[in-house]
């Protein structure tokens, strides 16, 4: 498997000629969908999903379809059954990718304030994309998608939740926030956590791959 960083929170997943994009927000960049049948999406933060671009690449490709958490599936309902909402528990086939669903709830924004739902995606077994949230699996995470940088997250909060999934390598996502002064000091924190489990942690620029399961 390929997993591509896009901007952000948004990566591209591609195996066997087959590809599915998580999370493609408001600050992800261009060409998100080339060449996807699926997309994943959270939660409906603008930063994870930008109704109007997928609408319009959901319009040039009757082949895309989407799987999503409960208000973002509310959101596309005219869309039809190319819409599939999912929730924690669920296990469903997406583009060739068997995807395992964790999680309920964003992390908190505000006090004495509900969260929004959701879901975070396992990707066949191996990749772990949690949304805005510091789901834990109940199963390995070789690969996890390791949120950097968020106004619900602390950097001890990093440390903790990294050492709790245990991955085998960790990649950054949900960084577009921070300029060159906040990337590198972000970038020590998660190189960091990495040492303390000894693996390695790192963030990937926007355009960079890696490849996962190779021998």
């Not at 060449?35 to 082949?63: N, Y």
């Not at 379809?65 to 599936?73: D, G, L």
Request: net charge negative; glycine share 12%; charged share 25%.
């Amino acid at each position: 498997m390929r997993l591509t960083k896009l901007g952000h929170a948004c990566v591209r997943l591609q195996k066997d000629d087959r590809t599915l994009v998580i999370d493609p927000g408001g600050f992800s960049g261009e060409d998100l969908y080339a060449g996807a049948e699926a997309v994943l999406i959270t939660h409906e933060h603008f930063d994870h999903f930008d109704a109007d671009g997928l609408r319009k690449a959901m319009a040039g490709d009757p082949r895309l379809r989407v799987w999503t958490s409960r208000v973002v599936a509310e959101n596309l309902a005219d869309l039809g059954g190319r819409v599939h909402q999912v929730g924690h528990g669920d296990a469903v086939t997406v583009a060739g990718f068997d995807v395992h669903v964790y999680g309920r709830d964003h992390e908190l924004l505000r006090p004495g304030v509900p969260p929004i739902p959701n879901t975070g995606f396992l990707v066949d077994g191996e990749v772990f994309h949690p949304g805005d949230a510091l789901t834990v699996p109940d199963e390995p995470v070789p690969t996890l998608c390791l949120p950097g940088n968020a106004p619900w997250m602390k950097v001890p909060e990093l440390f903790e939740y990294s050492a709790a999934v245990g991955p085998e390598r960790a990649f950054v996502i949900h960084d577009g926030l921070l300029n060159d002064i906040g990337l590198s000091v972000m970038n020590a924190a998660v190189e960091n956590a990495g040492k303390a489990l000894g693996k390695e942690f790192r963030r990937l620029t926007p355009g960079e791959s890696v490849e996962l399961g190779a021998a």
